[in-house]
């Protein structure tokens, strides 16, 4: 929440953002002609319940899935991403962190592979084993991993949370300037995860990095978040600086959502369910 | 991988499957070894010669015998030469000519001898019997004569004279030990109407369909895999395009198909290989479409887009994130292809559209061969049965490892 007043360049803009699935009767609107502005090196958290197209919308800006109407701008211009060569240049930039670690991986790689992949993908393809082995050491440390015991496994022997870690360790290697996490920490106990947030924040601090929170936690968007983006049904109901539409919530929804959180000392409020 | 295997050695079906198609292969490995030769030599001179051991009557003849005197020889033989049906029609015809037959017992062959030395003249004719009856009765007559003779002569005819000189008296407890005759060919199935060795053929034959079968299922899951693959990662307009192929060829009735182009291409240049790849070229459709249909289901999955945002080219996704996840699908489809080109072989050449028959057997071509001589309708149940037994043989087993590796692939359906 540093450098809050200085003017920055936007990353990612979307205008008038929607994602139809199906035609005719079978039309889902899964995203509603969103608006967004996403800065460098921000950390803006998306909140929504399930089913409200939060995960659509990212991978929309992943550029995975095609948008239907509406366009995305990169960094000031019209994003163009058509082309493999073009595609593979822009995740160079954008990385992400998928919701269900158990179904990321290739089940046939071994872990080494998937980190290897992204020592390759940053142009260290050429690089002494063993300075390789060195920076997969030092970036599974940054998620409470030990890359010793984690060589020469498949990514189905570890727990869901050490999936979801490894998922992370990735993006500690990749360095992108975008991050697009979509519920990083479901899986992880509550120390590994605080850590990990931490790091994560560095590692924005260090090289600017944008990221984009996805998740249905709150409390979270309200710890970690310089902007939180509310959405219900596709469509952004509220937005703005995370103190703001926390502590001041204007949508219905968003006072919903808050007061739905469970608090240690109070009662836990259910008459909103 | 090894994983993998255990668990199908688990599944009774796969193993039951795997077992009996091992067994036909080891059997069209070693039966080659034990009776060498070309399996379509014409040994016998007339068709459809019965299952059995054959032995030289000729080097019989000079063997050494030996005499056994065994109590219910004489009783055998009779019953040999004097069949139910022969009973049957003596005393049909002493019921005819008026003798009184209420008593004789069809078991009893002594009395309805007697009776029937007793009252056939072969010199008259009683009315009301048929010309066709009459000479069977007289051939039937002839046949009883030797009934009763210690003895039966073999003569040597000397061709320049055409004189014939008694060479030796054969006694009815003259025997032969069998293995001291020269010259003995088992048959276990007999001859066909070209007088060839059934089981040699058959063996032969077996082999060349199961090539048939796997040329045709690599053919038919190469294509149905590549168009499925590309349709089904690709999308869009690559989509479409391989799907319209395909449905081209879906709504076609593929043996219409596989009967034209056959007949095009002419007996001369039909081999067993280019039947097969004929057959794969017309049946990869459904492992295209259902290919289609598990990669369109795979490739919205995270590993995939992992992959993709890890950079990946398109040809290394499929190839490695997605083949490896229907690779047990594909093999499942590799083995009901196999085993529906071993069958479309056979109907292929039961209607003489098979490969040329002139160099190979196949399983086809040997029911082809029966049909046309009327093996069915005369019985001669050695030509075409073990055939039929074959195929399906052949075909249940590879359904039933398809079965099995369905249990172990698909979890739901274990029970």
Redesign the interface.
Known sequence: MSNNNEERKSCLRGVGVTKIFGSGSKKTVAVDHVDFDFKEGEIVTIVGESGSGKTTLSKMLLGLIAVTEGEIYYQGAPRDIKGSRKKKEYWKNIQAIFQDPFASYNMFHKIDDVLLDCLNMRGCKDLPMKQKIEMMTEACSFVNLKFEELTNKYPFELSGGQQQRLMIARIFLLKPKILLADEPTSMIDACSRSTILDMLTKLRDEINMTVIFITHDIGLAYKISDKVYIMEHGKFVESGEAETVIIHPQAEYTKRLISDVPKIYEEWDLSTV | MKNTLRQLMHSSKFVVGAGIFVLILLTMLIYPLINPGNPLEMIGVGTFAKPGTYFSLYDALDTKTETLKLKDAEEKRLTSIVSMEDRVSMIEFMEKIGVDVSNVQMDDVDTILELWNANFDETSKPKGVTNAKWRNYKTLNNRLEKIGKEERAVYDVDPATNEEKKLKLVGGTDYVNVNTVTNIKTLPLGTDNFGRDVLKELVSACGTSILIGLVAGAVATFIGLLFGLLAGYLGGIADDIIMFVTNVFTVIPSFVLLILISYSIGQEQRGATVVAIVIGLTSWTWTARSVRSQVISLRN???V??????????AKIVL??IL?YIASYVVMAFILQVSSGILSEAQLSLLGLGPKTTTTPTLGLMMNWAMLYAAHTNGYWWAYFPVILTITLISFSLNLMNTGMDQVFNPTLRD
């Open positions: 999955r995270d590993h887009n992992l992959s993709k945002l890890s950079g990946h080219s398109l490695t994130d490896p």
